[in-house]
């Protein structure tokens, strides 16, 4: 019994795994890509001998005369290409820039994994989701208005992804939003706005649910070392975190864990109906868990396991949160303790595997919660940003009108411009000194980021002070201004 239940668990996980179901989901949502299909013999004789349209086409880009480059070349029964040095090496480097299993993933049977490859490796005619004849319709109509590129490029490889075709551009925007939910820019403000205009009491004990599940997170990939889901089938939305591993998602946990830590600990402590914080916190959570693989950033079992595993976490941190932020705040000892449990987990990332993009987001992490948790203490020893008291609570929403909009929006925009400042002055000084520091060239940045010396001492530096300032400094300027 327990051998067949194991059996069955093994055969679904394989299932949630292959890349074909987020293909599946890809091309429903109206997502096509770009890359090049594999023919069978019969579509490639038309192509060939009937239309000429592969050997046209090679002839105008390559400007060779006999029509073969990039086509196939027919030698008996069997077709072949040929392909020159320069396409061997773009196809190794797409390999690996875009995220291609290199080993058969699980629920893949090496005959589907050999056909991929031959999938990446052909220069066919056809695009996927449309003919060449479309295709080439299309541009010389002038519609490209579908035709778009990952929005940003590669964060370690610099690779700026495939085109791809839109057919539903709302379900693009929309996902798109949602990816965003886990990135750098929505933490830079939310976190931020929760502090500066509704609670300190809840930002700071989000903050410490957000670091642990994005270190528990990263360093479970760098564990188990999953590859992204194959490209093809997979269509490359997004590239920014393509060279990272993918089991699990820490995108999926940070959109589950913030939304759902903020209804725990808001809800009873604010008046509000209980089926709006926990809807709300429902479909934050589902739109950041299904962009991930609208994006082919993660196929679907990577997206539950993330879910789950955020779900165990907070589970187990929630119960101690008011023992953490009490002895963060009051203890003597605070700050020592928190450099040292911030600093070594940062050390004990950079050991479990080679430099990736991963490193820095987990130091990212760790780095803002010392600078956020160190600030929190100062305030508590100089009495500034105060709890409200027991008595007061549940606390009340005050009633929206223009004047709290303005004021609410001023601080945020007056806060997060002194934030990004700092982040961009503390950037510009940190890298080049850690290298000089360290002995190491600081011409590449790239390069010298790849060292632990330099990477830990740049994230913790750069957002330990933009943290800092965000819970310390910057209250205190708007006292001063008197936008308390």
Known sequence: MAKDLKTMFVRCCGYLQDPHHVASFQKLCGVQGSFPVKLSRKEWENDFFVNGACVKRHQDQSGNGEGHVGGPQIEGPLQRKSVTAREQHNDCSNKLQHGTALVSGIGETPEQTVSHEGNRQSSGCRLTGKSSKAVESDRENGDSSGRVKPLRRNSLTGDVGQEFIIQNKFLFYLFTFGSELGNEMFFIVFFPFLIWNVDAFVSRRILVVWIWNLFLGQSTKDIVRWTRPASPPVVKVEVFYNSEYSMPSTHAMSGTAIPFSLFLLTYGRWQYPFLFGLSLAICWSFL???SRVYMGMHSVLE???GFLYSLLILAVFQSTLDQI????????????VIVILHVGLGFLAFTLDTWSTS?????QALGTGA???????????????????????????PPLSAALL???????LLGVVVLLATRAAMKAATIPLACRVFGLPAGDVRQARQHMEVELSYRYIVYGTVSFSCVCLVPLLFSYLNLS
Do not use: E, K, W
């Open 371 to 397: 600078g956020a948790a160190l600030a929190s203490h100062l305030n508590h020893q100089l009495g500034l940003l105060a709890d409200p008291p027991l008595s007061s609570l549940p606390l009340a929403m």
């Open 359 to 363: 490193r820095g987001d987990t130091a």
């Open 303 to 305: 997206v539950i396991t």
């Open 288 to 290: 950041v868990c299904v």
């Open 325 to 336: 932020d009490s002895f963060y705040l009051t203890s003597h000892h605070a700050p020592l």
């Open 406 to 412: 303005a004021r609410s929006l001023l601080r945020l």
